[in-house]
Protein backbone atom coordinates (compact mmCIF):
# COMPACT_ATOMS: atom_id res chain seq x y z
CA UNK A 1 0.00 0.00 0.00
CA UNK A 2 1.16 3.50 -0.72
CA UNK A 3 0.21 6.92 0.80
CA UNK A 4 -3.64 8.27 -0.32
CA UNK A 5 -5.65 11.37 -0.57
CA UNK A 6 -9.19 11.80 0.57
CA UNK A 7 -11.81 14.56 0.40
CA UNK A 8 -14.72 14.46 3.25
CA UNK A 9 -17.59 16.42 3.02
CA UNK A 10 -20.25 16.70 5.75
CA UNK A 11 -22.89 19.01 6.83
CA UNK A 12 -22.22 18.02 10.60
CA UNK A 13 -19.46 17.91 12.83
CA UNK A 14 -20.19 14.49 14.36
CA UNK A 15 -17.14 12.38 12.01
CA UNK A 16 -14.10 14.80 12.33
CA UNK A 17 -12.66 12.73 15.13
CA UNK A 18 -13.20 9.43 13.36
CA UNK A 19 -11.97 10.25 10.11
CA UNK A 20 -8.38 12.45 12.29
CA UNK A 21 -8.65 8.92 13.91
CA UNK A 22 -8.26 7.15 9.80
CA UNK A 23 -5.91 9.03 8.39
CA UNK A 24 -3.58 8.20 11.10
CA UNK A 25 -4.38 4.77 10.84
CA UNK A 26 -4.12 3.78 7.37
CA UNK A 27 -1.82 6.77 6.24
CA UNK A 28 -4.59 8.44 4.41
CA UNK A 29 -4.47 12.69 4.25
CA UNK A 30 -7.95 13.15 4.70
CA UNK A 31 -9.15 16.92 3.71
CA UNK A 32 -11.91 17.71 5.59
CA UNK A 33 -14.78 19.99 4.01
CA UNK A 34 -18.31 21.79 4.06
CA UNK A 35 -20.78 21.94 1.50
CA UNK A 36 -19.59 25.72 1.36
CA UNK A 37 -16.22 24.85 1.53
CA UNK A 38 -16.26 22.22 -1.24
CA UNK A 39 -15.50 24.67 -4.05
CA UNK A 40 -12.55 25.70 -2.02
CA UNK A 41 -10.84 22.31 -1.34
CA UNK A 42 -11.60 20.77 -4.87
CA UNK A 43 -9.43 24.16 -6.36
CA UNK A 44 -6.45 23.47 -4.42
CA UNK A 45 -5.04 21.46 -7.07
CA UNK A 46 -5.12 18.19 -4.97
CA UNK A 47 -5.83 15.15 -6.83
CA UNK A 48 -8.08 12.71 -3.79
CA UNK A 49 -8.30 9.05 -4.42
CA UNK A 50 -11.23 8.55 -2.15
CA UNK A 51 -14.57 11.23 -1.89
CA UNK A 52 -15.93 10.12 1.53
CA UNK A 53 -19.84 11.79 2.06
CA UNK A 54 -21.64 12.10 5.62
CA UNK A 55 -25.29 12.76 3.50
CA UNK A 56 -26.96 13.89 6.51
CA UNK A 57 -28.59 17.62 6.28
CA UNK A 58 -27.04 17.18 2.85
CA UNK A 59 -29.08 18.98 0.19
CA UNK A 60 -29.99 17.73 -3.75
CA UNK A 61 -27.48 20.64 -5.03
CA UNK A 62 -25.18 19.56 -2.89
CA UNK A 63 -24.89 15.92 -3.78
CA UNK A 64 -25.00 16.81 -7.65
CA UNK A 65 -22.04 18.85 -7.52
CA UNK A 66 -20.34 15.86 -5.49
CA UNK A 67 -21.75 13.67 -8.00
CA UNK A 68 -20.32 15.59 -10.97
CA UNK A 69 -16.99 16.39 -9.51
CA UNK A 70 -15.99 12.53 -8.99
CA UNK A 71 -17.24 11.45 -12.57
CA UNK A 72 -15.04 14.27 -13.74
CA UNK A 73 -12.23 13.26 -12.39
CA UNK A 74 -11.26 10.13 -13.74
CA UNK A 75 -14.59 8.33 -11.32
CA UNK A 76 -13.11 9.03 -8.01
CA UNK A 77 -14.42 6.11 -5.73
CA UNK A 78 -17.25 7.35 -3.09
CA UNK A 79 -17.73 5.86 0.43
CA UNK A 80 -21.60 7.40 1.93
CA UNK A 81 -22.52 7.78 5.46
CA UNK A 82 -26.37 8.15 6.52
CA UNK A 83 -28.04 6.86 9.09
CA UNK A 84 -30.13 4.02 9.53
CA UNK A 85 -33.38 5.48 8.80
CA UNK A 86 -32.61 7.38 5.91
CA UNK A 87 -30.81 3.86 4.17
CA UNK A 88 -34.09 3.15 2.19
CA UNK A 89 -33.82 6.53 0.46
CA UNK A 90 -30.01 6.50 -0.07
CA UNK A 91 -28.96 7.69 -3.27
CA UNK A 92 -26.18 5.88 -4.46
CA UNK A 93 -23.90 7.08 -7.30
CA UNK A 94 -24.01 3.98 -9.97
CA UNK A 95 -21.46 5.35 -12.56
CA UNK A 96 -18.50 5.34 -9.69
CA UNK A 97 -17.33 2.20 -7.49
CA UNK A 98 -19.39 3.08 -4.32
CA UNK A 99 -20.01 1.72 -0.72
CA UNK A 100 -21.74 2.95 2.27
CA UNK A 101 -21.66 3.22 6.68
CA UNK A 102 -23.83 3.41 8.50
CA UNK A 103 -23.32 6.28 10.90
CA UNK A 104 -22.47 4.89 14.69
CA UNK A 105 -20.75 1.78 13.33
CA UNK A 106 -17.40 1.07 14.51
CA UNK A 107 -13.98 2.41 13.94
CA UNK A 108 -12.76 -0.83 12.55
CA UNK A 109 -16.07 -1.04 10.16
CA UNK A 110 -14.98 2.23 8.28
CA UNK A 111 -11.11 0.80 8.11
CA UNK A 112 -12.59 -1.89 6.45
CA UNK A 113 -14.64 0.18 4.04
CA UNK A 114 -12.17 2.65 3.31
CA UNK A 115 -9.25 -0.07 2.71
CA UNK A 116 -11.45 -1.74 -0.06
CA UNK A 117 -12.09 1.27 -1.27
CA UNK A 118 -8.29 2.57 -1.65
CA UNK A 119 -6.91 -0.81 -2.02
CA UNK A 120 -8.87 -2.57 -3.49
CA UNK A 121 -7.01 -6.53 -3.37
CA UNK A 122 -5.06 -5.35 -1.12
CA UNK A 123 -6.98 -4.17 1.96
CA UNK A 124 -4.84 -2.90 5.12
CA UNK A 125 -6.34 -6.01 6.93
CA UNK A 126 -3.20 -7.30 9.27
CA UNK A 127 -1.37 -10.72 8.46
CA UNK A 128 -3.42 -13.43 10.89
CA UNK A 129 -0.37 -13.68 12.29
CA UNK A 130 1.73 -11.37 14.07
CA UNK A 131 5.09 -12.24 16.44
CA UNK A 132 6.76 -10.14 18.41
CA UNK A 133 9.65 -11.93 20.47
CA UNK A 134 7.96 -14.65 22.14
CA UNK A 135 4.92 -13.98 21.53
CA UNK A 136 2.11 -14.75 18.85
CA UNK A 137 -1.27 -13.57 18.44
CA UNK A 138 -3.02 -15.55 16.22
CA UNK A 139 -5.92 -12.66 14.74
CA UNK A 140 -7.82 -15.37 12.86
CA UNK A 141 -8.19 -17.94 16.30
CA UNK A 142 -7.88 -14.93 19.01
CA UNK A 143 -5.37 -16.83 20.48
CA UNK A 144 -1.82 -15.77 21.91
CA UNK A 145 0.68 -17.72 22.86
CA UNK A 146 3.97 -17.18 24.70
CA UNK A 147 7.09 -19.81 24.24
CA UNK A 148 4.77 -21.81 22.19
CA UNK A 149 2.22 -21.76 25.43
CA UNK A 150 -1.17 -20.24 25.30
CA UNK A 151 -2.28 -17.30 27.09
CA UNK A 152 -5.15 -17.68 28.93
CA UNK A 153 -6.43 -13.83 27.99
CA UNK A 154 -10.41 -12.75 28.10
CA UNK A 155 -12.04 -11.34 25.24
CA UNK A 156 -11.47 -7.79 26.41
CA UNK A 157 -7.35 -8.29 27.59
CA UNK A 158 -7.11 -10.16 23.99
CA UNK A 159 -8.84 -7.27 21.92
CA UNK A 160 -6.61 -4.63 23.77
CA UNK A 161 -3.16 -6.53 23.47
CA UNK A 162 -4.03 -6.87 19.70
CA UNK A 163 -4.53 -3.54 18.74
CA UNK A 164 -2.15 -1.89 20.12
CA UNK A 165 0.30 -4.73 18.91
CA UNK A 166 -1.15 -4.30 15.40
CA UNK A 167 -1.11 -0.37 15.60
CA UNK A 168 2.60 -0.21 17.31
CA UNK A 169 5.17 3.32 18.07
CA UNK A 170 2.09 5.22 18.46
CA UNK A 171 0.41 6.74 21.73
CA UNK A 172 -2.84 6.27 22.30
CA UNK A 173 -5.15 7.99 25.12
CA UNK A 174 -7.19 5.78 27.53
CA UNK A 175 -10.50 7.34 25.97
CA UNK A 176 -9.27 6.75 22.37
CA UNK A 177 -8.69 3.07 23.63
CA UNK A 178 -12.12 3.00 25.19
CA UNK A 179 -13.62 4.00 21.56
CA UNK A 180 -11.67 1.65 20.07
CA UNK A 181 -11.75 -1.32 21.89
CA UNK A 182 -15.10 -1.38 23.84
CA UNK A 183 -16.78 0.38 21.31
CA UNK A 184 -18.58 4.17 21.32
CA UNK A 185 -21.37 2.99 23.46
CA UNK A 186 -18.93 1.66 26.44
CA UNK A 187 -20.23 3.82 29.32
CA UNK A 188 -17.49 2.78 31.89
CA UNK A 189 -14.37 5.13 32.79
CA UNK A 190 -10.93 5.25 31.48
CA UNK A 191 -9.65 3.44 34.82
CA UNK A 192 -10.82 0.35 32.89
CA UNK A 193 -8.13 0.89 30.62
CA UNK A 194 -5.09 1.06 33.41
CA UNK A 195 -6.95 -2.29 35.02
CA UNK A 196 -6.90 -4.08 31.83
CA UNK A 197 -2.99 -3.31 30.83
CA UNK A 198 -1.94 -4.16 34.11
CA UNK A 199 -3.72 -7.69 33.59
CA UNK A 200 -2.41 -7.89 30.26
CA UNK A 201 1.64 -7.22 31.72
CA UNK A 202 1.01 -9.50 34.36
CA UNK A 203 -0.10 -12.31 31.66
CA UNK A 204 2.32 -11.73 28.80
CA UNK A 205 4.87 -11.94 31.06
CA UNK A 206 8.19 -9.20 31.30
CA UNK A 207 9.94 -9.03 27.71
CA UNK A 208 6.27 -8.48 26.51
CA UNK A 209 4.90 -5.74 28.99
CA UNK A 210 8.27 -4.16 28.43
CA UNK A 211 6.49 -3.31 24.94
CA UNK A 212 3.38 -2.09 26.85
CA UNK A 213 4.71 1.61 27.52
CA UNK A 214 2.77 4.07 29.85
CA UNK A 215 2.82 7.64 28.22
CA UNK A 216 2.51 10.22 31.05
CA UNK A 217 -0.19 12.48 30.43
CA UNK A 218 -1.54 10.68 27.15
CA UNK A 219 -1.89 6.81 27.45
CA UNK A 220 -0.32 3.53 26.57
CA UNK A 221 1.86 2.66 23.66
CA UNK A 222 3.54 -0.02 22.00
CA UNK A 223 6.75 -0.29 20.69
CA UNK A 224 8.45 -2.05 18.87
Known amino acids: MHHKNALYIGQTQRNRETMAELGNSLDVSILLAGPDTFNQ ?8 DLVIVDV ?7 LEAIDAYVIDNGMIPVLLIANAGSLKSLRIPVQVKTDFVVSGATFEEYEVRVSQLLWPGEESVPADIVAIDNMTINLATYQVTIDE ?19 PSRAYSRDTLLHRVWGFEYCGGTRTVDVHIRRVRSKVGPQIASHIMTVRGVGYLFKL
Do not use: C, N, Q, W
Request: net charge negative; no cysteine; glycine share 6%.
Open 56 to 62: EGMDDSA
Open 149 to 167: KPVDLTLMEYSLLSFLATH
Open 41 to 48: AISMGRDF
